[in-house]
């Protein structure tokens, strides 16, 4: 899962960082961004503030988004693995 906040639409209200204060931090603007391994990516509307979510903090990002009053928060998932099997071994004799 990765996350990313559109800040034209946050209000500001850091629901997310209670919800979740490793994956969001509010700066001094008062308005919240995404963080990852403690680096806040600050790069509004590019691919520099999508961040990576640790399958156990899931559930606290998608609270966190549930809670938004601004709906800013937006969740991308990952896509599912297709794991192929070999073909069966035939004989060639």
């Known amino acids: 899962m990765r996350v990313w906040i559109d800040q034209d639409l946050c209000t500001g209200d850091g629901l997310c960082v209670d919800h979740a204060p490793d994956v969001f931090v509010q700066l ?11 680096i ?11 961040a990576d979510v640790a399958p156990r903090r899931h559930q606290a990002v998608i609270d966190a988004a549930m809670a938004c009053p601004g709906e800013c928060i937006f969740i991308e998932l ?11 071994a035939t004989d060639a004799a």
Not at 28 to 38: L, M, T
Not at 40 to 50: E, I, K, Q, T
Not at 79 to 88: F, S
């Open 40 to 50: 806040v990516l600050n790069d509004p509307g590019g691919a520099g503030s999508l």
């Open 78 to 88: 990952d896509p599912p693995v297709t794991v192929r099997q070999p073909a069966p």
């Open 28 to 38: 001094e603007d008062n308005i919240a961004y995404v963080a990852q391994a403690g």
